[in-house]
């Protein structure tokens, strides 16, 4: 365990942060999760899960570094709502695909939203980034990112940091990654693989791009992960239907957890 390297989840409800009355243990924000590696503070995505980023103490800096998959809303709903980006104390550094301040500055106008990108005090860069590229960040972690098979694309990300790696793939329809062998080697020994479980098994829905805990389980098995962490759930799930996706996915891959929001675990 690497106290230098620390995982934690915002955000784990895919699509939206519907509260269907039955999910209180694992919460409903949509999609966010921080690692802090070194003097890194990494963001993936921005879901509402993000709104709590500032009041977490070990993760506070003067530099942040946040990296969008793709632009699907349960992906940026919270992006107007990071205190941190009202912090003119605060770089923030975004990364995303295709042009990523002019994507946003639409999100964050009218008539979508009652204020435009102008009432942000942080100072931002934006910056464009694609699949397969490397990014060393300040306090020498690296990103590496690869392209998921999801509507319009998704970039997963692998996270590397004094020999330890967290890689994050949502938003992928593994069925359409049979014998990739890029993708295997992008999974391989991470000791951390966050991953979709949007659908529960035998209840996939080809083209949506999105996966099953047994999908997740058998990627982690042949690419010898550590610990997977099943993650992006259906809103419709209730605490019990995540319970029983842990308890039966334990039974092939012990090292399974069903993440929550608020969880951190290290590396």
Same mark, same amino acid.
């Given at each position: 365990? $690497? =106290?230098?390297?620390?995982?934690?989840?915002?955000?784990?409800?895919?699509?939206?942060?519907?509260?269907?009355?039955?999910?209180?243990?694992?919460?409903?924000?949509?999609?966010?999760? #921080?690692?802090?590696?070194?003097?890194?503070?990494?963001?993936?995505?921005?879901?509402?899960?993000? @709104?709590?980023?500032?009041?977490?103490?070990?993760?506070?800096?003067?530099?942040?570094?946040?990296?969008?998959?793709?632009?699907?809303?349960?992906?940026? $709903?919270?992006?107007?709502?990071? &205190?941190?980006?009202?912090?003119?104390?605060?770089?923030?550094?975004?990364?995303?695909?295709? $042009?990523?301040?002019?994507?946003?500055?639409?999100?964050?106008?009218?008539?979508?939203?009652?204020?435009?990108?102008?009432?942000?005090?942080? %100072?931002?860069?934006? =910056?464009?980034?694609?699949?397969?590229?490397?990014?060393?960040?300040?306090?020498?972690?690296?990103?590496?990112?690869?392209?998921? !098979?999801? &509507?319009?694309?998704?970039?997963? @990300?692998?996270?590397?940091?004094?020999?330890?790696?967290?890689?994050?793939?949502?938003?992928? %329809?593994?069925?359409?990654?049979?014998?990739?062998?890029?993708?295997?080697?992008?999974?391989?020994? !991470?000791?951390?693989?966050?991953?979709?479980?949007?659908?529960?098994?035998?209840?996939?829905?080809?083209?949506?791009?999105?996966?099953? &805990? !047994? %999908?997740?389980?058998?990627?982690?098995?042949?690419?010898?992960?550590?610990?997977? #962490?099943?993650?992006?759930?259906?809103? =419709?799930?209730?605490?019990?239907?995540?319970?029983?996706?842990?308890?039966?996915?334990?039974?092939?891959?012990?090292?399974?957890?069903?993440?929550?929001?608020?969880? !951190?675990?290290?590396?």
């Amino acid at each position: 365990m $690497d =106290r230098n390297f620390e995982v934690t989840f915002l955000g784990t409800n895919g699509s939206c942060p519907y509260n269907c009355g039955k999910r209180q243990k694992y919460g409903t924000n949509t999609l966010c999760v #921080a690692a802090k590696a070194g003097d890194d503070v990494i963001i993936f995505d921005a879901g509402t899960g993000i @709104c709590g980023l500032s009041e977490l103490q070990s993760y506070k800096s003067s530099e942040k570094h946040l990296f969008l998959t793709h632009y699907h809303m349960d992906h940026i $709903d919270g992006f107007l709502f990071n &205190p941190d980006m009202f912090n003119p104390k605060i770089k923030m550094n975004i990364y995303g695909r295709g $042009d990523v301040q002019t994507i946003l500055e639409t999100l964050v106008a009218p008539p979508v939203s009652p204020v435009t990108t102008e009432v942000f005090e942080a %100072e931002i860069e934006y =910056r464009s980034i694609e699949a397969n590229q490397t990014i060393t960040l300040p306090g020498g972690s690296v990103i590496k990112t690869c392209l998921l !098979s999801h &509507p319009g694309g998704a970039l997963g @990300c692998r996270l590397e940091y004094n020999n330890k790696t967290l890689c994050y793939c949502v938003d992928v %329809e593994l069925s359409n990654h049979k014998n990739d062998t890029v993708l295997e080697e992008f999974f391989r020994d !991470s000791d951390l693989l966050i991953l979709d479980a949007s659908f529960t098994d035998g209840n996939v829905i080809p083209h949506w791009g999105h996966s099953s &805990p !047994s %999908e997740c389980i058998e990627w982690a098995i042949k690419t010898n992960v550590k610990k997977l #962490a099943l993650y992006h759930y259906g809103y =419709r799930m209730s605490d019990d239907d995540i319970d029983k996706m842990q308890e039966s996915a334990r039974t092939v891959f012990p090292n399974t957890f069903t993440a929550t929001d608020g969880m !951190s675990i290290f590396l």
